[in-house]
């Protein structure tokens, strides 16, 4: 039986700018850095308040030469936020592209781009354990 999602692969075309993002924008924290003998190189990330999920930086290029068949499209995370206004002000101040804050029936809820225009979405959510 599987207990929790414990990380998530995010295919970027170019990591340091990926983590620069993650890092200085979004407000996670590097929790480890790997290169392989092969030039394989991944970057874990994680929130600076939880490690629980954390997500790991990939070279897309160089996953999609390994593997192909391996669909190295961005996949659709939905974040938890205990105050979603403050954290739209903020990604606001630092320049990121955010859109407009929608009412949902679970909550309010916007959508954000990385530096590579991905599209992620964060959820106001007071029980996000």
Same mark, same amino acid.
């Given at each position: 039986?599987?207990?929790?999602?414990? %990380?998530?692969?995010?295919?970027?075309?170019d990591?340091? %700018?990926?983590?620069?993002f993650?890092?200085e924008?979004?407000?996670?924290?590097?929790?480890?850095? %790997?290169?392989?003998?092969q030039?394989?190189?991944?970057?874990?990330l994680? =929130?600076?308040e939880?490690a629980?999920?954390?997500?790991? $930086?990939?070279?897309k %290029? /160089?996953?999609?030469?390994?593997?192909?068949? /391996?669909?190295?499209?961005? =996949?659709? $995370?939905? *974040? *938890?936020?205990?105050?979603v206004?403050? /954290?739209?002000?903020? $990604?606001t101040?630092?320049?990121?592209t955010?859109?407009?804050?929608?009412?949902?029936?679970?909550?309010?809820?916007?959508?954000?781009?990385?530096?590579?225009?991905?599209?992620?979405?964060?959820?106001?959510?007071?029980?996000?354990?």
């Amino acid at each position: 039986m599987i207990k929790k999602v414990g %990380q998530i692969m995010v295919y970027v075309n170019d990591q340091d %700018q990926a983590v620069k993002f993650w890092t200085e924008k979004m407000g996670f924290h590097v929790m480890s850095e %790997q290169n392989n003998e092969q030039g394989m190189r991944w970057i874990e990330l994680a =929130p600076v308040e939880s490690a629980e999920t954390t997500i790991i $930086l990939h070279n897309k %290029q /160089l996953i999609a030469k390994m593997q192909p068949e /391996l669909n190295v499209g961005t =996949p659709s $995370l939905m *974040f *938890f936020t205990e105050n979603v206004d403050e /954290l739209y002000r903020d $990604l606001t101040a630092k320049g990121v592209t955010v859109g407009e804050i929608v009412s949902m029936p679970s909550g309010k809820v916007f959508n954000f781009s990385d530096s590579e225009d991905n599209y992620f979405a964060v959820m106001e959510n007071g029980n996000n354990k």
